[in-house]
Nanobody, 120 residues
Framework: QVQLVESGGGSVQAGGSLRLSCVAS????????MGWYRQAPGKQRELVAS???????TYADSVKGRFTISRDNAKNTVYLQMNSLKPEDTAVYYC??????????????WGQGTQVTVSS
């Protein structure tokens, strides 16, 4: 059974930094794209950043220059380094990964989410 487990969330003051990690496990044959999404109260879930297996990245305009996504394919892990955090970055952050299991088609999986709170 596939699991995506996030860690690294917490509370920081504006201008601070946090590093999120997400480890995928459970019979995985291959992982294609991985990404981070966030959902603030009363708002829709939005893409924060994504990275392909070969390292090509995309970012939401609101986080460009402040956040960096990276991954370690050997560890099935994706990271999100968040610097210069702003109160508007407050949200639950979710990890997502396109995963293929043995004898199964590609499927998108989600983590359980980790809270990030930025105070002014």
């Amino acid at each position: 059974q596939v699991q995506l487990v996030e860690s690294g969330g917490g509370s920081v003051q504006a201008g601070g930094s946090l590093r999120l990690s997400c480890v995928a496990s459970g019979g995985i044959v291959n992982i294609n794209g991985m990404g981070w999404y966030r959902q603030a109260p009363g708002k829709q879930r939005e893409l924060v950043a994504s990275i392909t297996r070969y390292g090509t990245t995309t970012y939401a305009d609101s986080v460009k220059g402040r956040f960096t996504i990276s991954r370690d394919n050997a560890k099935n892990t994706v990271y999100l380094q968040m610097n210069s955090l702003k109160p508007e970055d407050t949200a639950v952050y979710y990890c997502s990964a396109m995963i293929r299991l043995n004898l199964s088609p590609w499927r998108n999986y989600w983590g359980q989410g980790t809270q990030v709170t930025v105070s002014s």
